[in-house]
């Protein structure tokens, strides 16, 4: 294991710079395939923005409060969570 592989593994435990959903997630593993520049944007904004960017995705404060969000939702929906959520619910 070298250095480099060490301190990338570290920050991101240590600091979870990448959102801990990010390997369930179909806007970060590629719902989105066909635009990779919208995917990259996503993940610059949201996903690989430490706490400060998850906490601004609306897919993550969804399955934060329960444990899932529909695949079709976009981290900058025009939905309120509450929003989300009651339509889950129907
Ligand atoms: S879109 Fe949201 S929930 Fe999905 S990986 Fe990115 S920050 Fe996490």
């Not at 600091?15 to 970060?28: N, T």
């Not at 934060?64 to 929003?83: F, H, Q, R, Y």
Request: glycine fraction near 4%; proline fraction near 4%; include cysteine.
């Amino acid at each position: 294991m070298n250095f480099a592989f060490i301190f990338a593994k570290e920050l991101i435990m240590d600091d979870d710079i990448i959102c801990e959903r990010a390997l369930k997630c179909p806007i970060y593993s590629g719902i989105l395939a066909s635009n990779e520049v919208l995917i990259q944007t996503y993940k610059n904004l949201y996903c690989d923005a430490g706490k400060h960017g998850r906490d601004k995705c609306k897919r993550y404060q969804v399955a934060l409060l329960v444990g899932k969000c529909p695949p079709d939702i976009l981290p900058n929906s025009n939905l309120s969570v509450e929003d989300i959520i009651r339509n889950m619910e129907q």
